[in-house]
Each structure stands twice: as structure tokens, then as C-alpha cells.
């Protein structure tokens, strides 16, 4: 089965990102590096709150009908408990594979929060901070939370102000929650090279040190 950073893009759109990536790099020094994952983190609390949400009207529901047609009462509390225990064992392992469901339950600080520090994770991970004249830059997208982040090596800070990257990432995010991914992935790659191409125009000696796409 495919997860949700597998099948954000098809075979032949992951080529193209990772074409338009290439074409990019070529006019500018800067390394862009486009990660697309499936979430950031696993959300257990809002897994706990669909399963409840979720659980309980059911097991209500279930008790005074299955409770009256055997004759246990409507209001029967262990009948009531076996349906909590049935539905919670059975809602808790799946929500987190219905993103669709689970994303209704997600809480906005916190997923700006794990958004915000999955990007940091994977800017180490990747190793964007040992380019050579400091200018890697993430394209980081979350799936699950349809979130972007973009996030520059120390260079690009000290030359291009962080909020530069704001418009950036408003356009890509939309793009994405109305369904232009590819499109809008590029577009945001594109938009990129034009701001660093201003401080960090291409070297002869420019070599390519980075992934032009990550899916993990």
C-alpha cells in the first residue's frame, strides 16, 4: 500500500519536480531541495478523540438497541462498556489510516508546532546545512496536514529576509488543498530560484550537492 508521500505525486510528476528542480539550480548557486513526507507526527490525541467521538455515539446507539431485543435493558452499563472496548479497539488502529477522518481532529497549534520541527529534523537529516556557500533551502511539505514549510540555510538568512518566504509558501499550500500539486510544487520551485538567483547567481564551478526530491 502506497502512503500518503508516495501518492501525493504520480512517477512522471515526480520527474518533472525533480526536472524543474535541475532547471532551476542552473541559474542560481543555491541548493533546493522539495521533501514531501506523509505526516509530521502521529497525532495520538487526535486519534483518542475521533475514537471517542466516534465511539461513544455508537456504543450508546448499540446498547439501547441490541440492550431491548435481547432483552438486557436499553440502558445496560456492561453492554455499554463491551461496545466501548469493541469500537475503541477497533477505531483506534485505523483512524490513522483514514487521513481524511483524522485530519478533522487535528488541533492547529499543534500541527503548526510538528510541522514546524519535522522541517528542522529533516533539514539535519538531509544534511542542507553543509553546502558549501550555506545556501540550502527545504521546500518541505506535510501531507497529511496539507502544511508547508520553508526553511534556509544560515547564507540565504543572512541575505534574504525569512519573511520573503511567506508568499511562497501561501501559494504552494493553496495550491495543494485545491488539488494543483504538481503544478504548485513547481511554481513554488520556480518562484525560489527567482529570489535566490538575485544573491546567489549560478558559479562556474557550481556542482549539485544536494537530492532535487526527497519522498520519504
Known amino acids: ?34 521533501m514531501i513526507v506523509s505526516r509530521s507526527h502521529d497525532y495520538p490525541k487526535a486519534t483518542a478523540l475521533c475514537t471517542l467521538c466516534l465511539g461513544l455515539p455508537l456504543s450508546l446507539l448499540l446498547t439501547h438497541l441490541v440492550g431491548s431485543h435481547l432483552w438486557l435493558g436499553s440502558q445496560n452499563m456492561w453492554l ?16 490513522p489510516r ?31 546545512y553543509k553546502t558549501a556557500a550555506e545556501n540550502g533551502i527545504l521546500l518541505y511539505v506535510s501531507v497529511l496536514e496539507r502544511k508547508v514549510w520553508i526553511l534556509a ?9 525569512p519573511v520573503v518566504w511567506e508568499r511562497v509558501v501561501a501559494d504552494l499550500s493553496s495550491g495543494i488543498k485545491e488539488g494543483r500539486r504538481c503544478q504548485a510544487l513547481c511554481t513554488a520551485i520556480r518562484a525560489t530560484g ?5 544573491h546567489f547567481p549560478s558559479r562556474r564551478d557550481d556542482r549539485d550537492e544536494l537530492h532535487n526530491l526527497i519522498v520519504r
Open 1 to 34: 500500500m502506497m502512503t500518503l508521500a508516495q501518492s501525493f505525486l504520480s512517477k512522471s510528476e515526480e520527474e518533472q519536480v525533480t526536472a524543474v528542480v535541475g532547471e532551476v539550480e542552473r541559474t542560481t548557486s543555491g541548493e533546493i531541495v522539495p
Open 80 to 95: 455499554f462498556l463491551l461496545f466501548c472496548l469493541l469500537f475503541g479497539g477497533t477505531l483506534w488502529p485505523l483512524v
Open 98 to 128: 483514514l487521513p481524511w477522518l483524522q485530519r478533522h481532529f487535528l488541533d492547529r497549534a499543534e500541527v503548526e508546532r510538528e510541522v514546524r520541527e519535522g522541517a528542522l529534523a529533516a533539514f539535519y537529516a538531509e544534511k542542507l
Open 153 to 161: 540555510d544560515a547564507g540565504i538568512n543572512s541575505r534574504i529576509d
Open 194 to 198: 527567482d529570489i535566490l538567483r538575485e
